[in-house]
């Protein structure tokens, strides 16, 4: 690897659209990377998250509208030994344009079936698409295993009540709900009257319609509280009955934590891992968020609570394991020790630097 202290880059980006889900994992990985291994870690990012210089983490801030150019000549000054992509949309003109060939290329999540990946040396990919092995030459891992969670995931399962009068249900919809999705869901929700709920509405920093969501609350016939700060999450889902989320990261930590999953979808990746889930009976998949109405929402509590499905789908649930920080962690400290270049990888570097 070449220097006594091991360089390890994220790559990533947040926004109002796509929310901190990416930014999150791979701070989780990161700090794992460190403790273990006493790297030093960088993020070259758009974020202003406050968490970052906090762990220790060197930040270098950007946008990934700037030139690839400048992204390169930010790589090149910090000398990683491993460089991570997780971006979503990410693609092979991207990476190949920006990548260094000192360094290990890992990607995250690359789903593009319209050119073939080959600036990688590894891809995670967090959930199966059928045929993508197709379009990625490079070490290739997919499924749910992969998956990155926060480590107070681990330390906590999910616990109900025996014997409630209630159900315990979570709304959670990502930092930014940037679709309105939060709104909706719980004005479906409030009315439902075959069983008594109590509503746990997740408010992300930058959820849309706050004041909305305040003020509907205080009506119809269920129970809400909102939480706009949760510092475990781990903790509160262990207390669920029933989750709605819009897929993500915290999808994953639904499906980790056992809790039947309704599952309204916010963009297609999200819709195809739900279809997958749903048809294994590990999720309720509703489909896109602009298709959903209150007779669906009615519907699919009534099939997780009148039709057996909450045992049903904890039990497939319980198959599905998630460990993607230790195997992941793993895989790239024994891809940096003792390895050769990537043949295929550099060939096409130098092709790219060539024209």
Request: charge should be positive; glycine fraction near 4%.
């Amino acid at each position: 690897m070449g220097k006594n202290r091991l360089r390890i880059l994220f790559h990533t980006n947040e926004s109002y659209k796509l929310g901190r889900g990416h930014l999150i994992r791979c701070v989780t990985l990161a700090k794992k990377i460190q403790k273990e291994h006493k790297a030093q870690i960088y993020f070259v990012t758009n974020s202003d998250n406050p968490v970052l210089p906090n762990e220790g983490f060197i930040v270098k801030k950007v946008y990934r509208e700037s030139a690839c150019r400048k992204i390169r000549n930010t790589f090149i000054e910090i000398r990683p030994d491993a460089i991570i992509y997780d971006i979503l949309n990410v693609s092979e003109e991207y990476v190949a344009k920006t990548a260094i060939p000192e360094a290990l290329i890992v990607v995250f999540d690359y789903f593009d079936r319209t050119k073939k990946l080959t600036s990688a040396d590894l891809v995670f990919n967090f959930h199966c698409s059928e045929g993508m092995r197709d379009f990625i030459e490079a070490k290739f891992y997919e499924g749910m295993e992969y998956g990155i969670l926060r480590e107070e995931f681990y330390r906590y399962r999910r616990n109900p009540k025996n014997k409630k009068k209630y159900y315990d249900v979570l709304l959670s919809f990502g930092d930014t709900d940037p679709h309105g999705i939060t709104k909706n869901i719980l004005s479906a929700l409030l009315t439902y009257n075959r069983v008594p709920l109590v509503l746990h509405v997740v408010l992300g920093e930058k959820t849309r319609q706050k004041d909305k969501i305040f003020s509907l609350s205080k009506n119809g016939t269920n129970k809400t509280v909102i939480y706009e700060r949760v510092k475990n999450m781990g903790e509160l889902m262990s207390r669920m009955d029933i989750a709605f989320v819009s897929g993500g990261l915290t999808l994953f930590e639904t499906i980790y934590m056992k809790i039947p999953t309704v599952v309204v979808c916010a963009h297609k990746y999200a819709y195809e891992l739900a279809n997958v889930l749903d048809k294994n009976n590990c999720a309720l998949n509703l489909k896109y968020h602009y298709t959903v109405t209150k007779k669906l929402v009615d519907n699919a509590m009534n099939k997780l609570l009148f039709l057996d499905n909450l045992r049903i789908m904890r039990s497939k649930q319980s198959d599905i394991k998630i460990n993607g920080a230790n195997i992941i962690s793993e895989i790239l400290i024994r891809e940096l020790t003792g390895r050769g270049k990537c043949i295929h990888r550099v060939k096409q570097w130098h092709k790219i630097t060539q024209r």
